[in-house]
């Protein structure tokens, strides 16, 4: 039978059954630089050692497929850890395999083999083995669970993937719009091998010797699954060397994009087809450009509004007044003005909006926010005897105690 054989991975490492994580690895990382095609140029033995060497390591530097390994002889990503926890407890001899018809057979489209099976484990000595009723459903279950997932595919056509970047903008750029430009790494179809990800005409699998197939033990159990050198075509190629059989490099682009007026902080562009590049003509995926809107010293952005907060005089509070209030609007990035009306008697902390003096809507055309002012309210610091009368005078004729309402309530 084609590529029959069980992989001694412990002993590929030089390595005891019981050896720690901590042994593998530097029993692996020994082995790796002396066999490292890189220090044995040309040499096949050498690069067949490594390619021994890294797959054990593959398999026993991870804690679930070592496990799975040592419950069922071999490891396969077909195979799932309860199964394998179900097959090593039904294999020790707990007689989860009865009913069996003998044979070859198939099971959830699974074929397998029972080639060297040993029944006599099972059902105390072989004489029920002939019995011709198929499979138990016990040994439908230990095997629909080792082998129910999807066989490795033959390469296809692989979409490409989306990228996502975040873009730095600053407070002007986001209000008035303008041009971004950054570098994205993206993937493009290799040069080499157009994508396809192998040179070359196609060659018979050396695994399976084009049967698409090969055999594992499994303890006393010959199984047959899909070759997983060559995803059960039968044949196989070299992998391309410029991408490394990835059928796509990683490329440096410079990227200009515009920024819309009105863009906000945390918004998501979406440039459609300018992810990463598909494989063999499949579709690329797109790429998405979050944006992160600056700060402004004196502007702040609530969506499309604006606050600010606007120093005014006690007297002009008392007395009401207009104001000049700088806002968002002008050319470059001189601010434009606009005038406030303070309403007489108007305290600290209160927030006047100004309509449509925020900014222009992105998403809705002809929309705009406003501009909210907070007044905070600046007290005269007076030095000369006359300006300290006049208030004296003042606080005569207004003999208000705003704290009496506090006081009232304690
Ligand atoms: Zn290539
Ligand atoms: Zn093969």
Request: proline share 5%.
């Amino acid at each position: 039978m084609a590529g029959s054989k069980t992989k001694d991975y412990y002993s590929t490492l030089g390595v005891k059954k019981t050896a720690s994580a901590d042994e593998i690895r530097k029993a692996f990382r020994k082995l790796a630089r002396k066999y490292h095609p890189d220090v044995n140029p040309g040499d096949k033995k050498a690069e067949e050692r490594f390619k021994e060497i890294s797959e054990a390591n593959d398999v026993l530097s991870d804690e679930k497929k070592r496990k799975i390994y040592d419950q069922v002889g071999f490891y396969s990503d077909n195979i799932d850890a309860s199964a394998a926890e179900a097959y090593a407890r039904g294999g020790a001899g707990h007689g989860g395999f009865q009913g069996f018809g003998g044979g070859a057979g198939q099971a959830q489209g699974v074929p397998f083999d029972f080639e060297g099976f040993d029944f006599s484990g099972f059902q105390g000595g072989g004489k029920n083995a002939a019995r011709a009723e198929g499979f138990g459903s016990s040994f439908r279950d230990v095997f629909s669970g080792m082998f129910g997932g999807r066989g490795r595919q033959a390469r296809g056509p692989q979409p490409g993937t989306d990228l996502e970047y975040q873009v730095e903008i600053d407070f002007w750029t986001a209000i008035r719009g303008g041009v971004t430009r950054l570098e994205i790494h993206r993937q493009e179809p290799c040069p080499a091998c157009k994508g396809k990800a192998v040179t070359g005409g196609s060659m018979q699998c050396p695994e399976c010797h084009g049967t698409g197939q090969v055999t594992q033990m499994g303890g006393r159990m010959k199984f047959s699954i899909q070759c997983p050198r060559c995803g059960g075509s039968g044949s196989v190629q070299n992998a391309c060397p410029t991408c490394a059989g990835a059928g796509v490099v990683t490329r440096k682009e410079p990227l200009q994009f515009n920024i819309k007026p009105g863009t906000r902080d945390g918004q998501r562009i979406r440039l459609a087809g300018k992810g990463n590049a598909g494989t063999e003509g499949a579709p690329n995926g797109d790429l998405y450009l979050i944006i992160k809107v600056g700060a402004h010293k004196l502007f702040r952005r609530v969506g499309d509004d604006i606050h600010i907060t606007v120093p005014v005089t006690a007297m002009e509070a008392a007395l009401g007044s207009k104001i000049e209030v700088p806002t968002v609007d002008g050319v470059g990035a001189e601010t434009g003005r606009a005038t406030l009306r303070i309403p007489p008697g108007t305290q600290t902390g209160q927030k006047l909006r100004m309509r449509e003096k925020g900014v222009a809507s992105a998403t809705r055309e002809g929309l705009r926010g406003d501009q909210i002012v907070e007044v905070k309210i600046v007290v005269p610091q007076v030095q000369d005897e006359r300006s300290k009368e006049i208030l004296r005078e003042l606080q005569r004729l207004n003999p208000q105690n705003p704290r009496a309402e506090m006081l009232a309530e304690v």
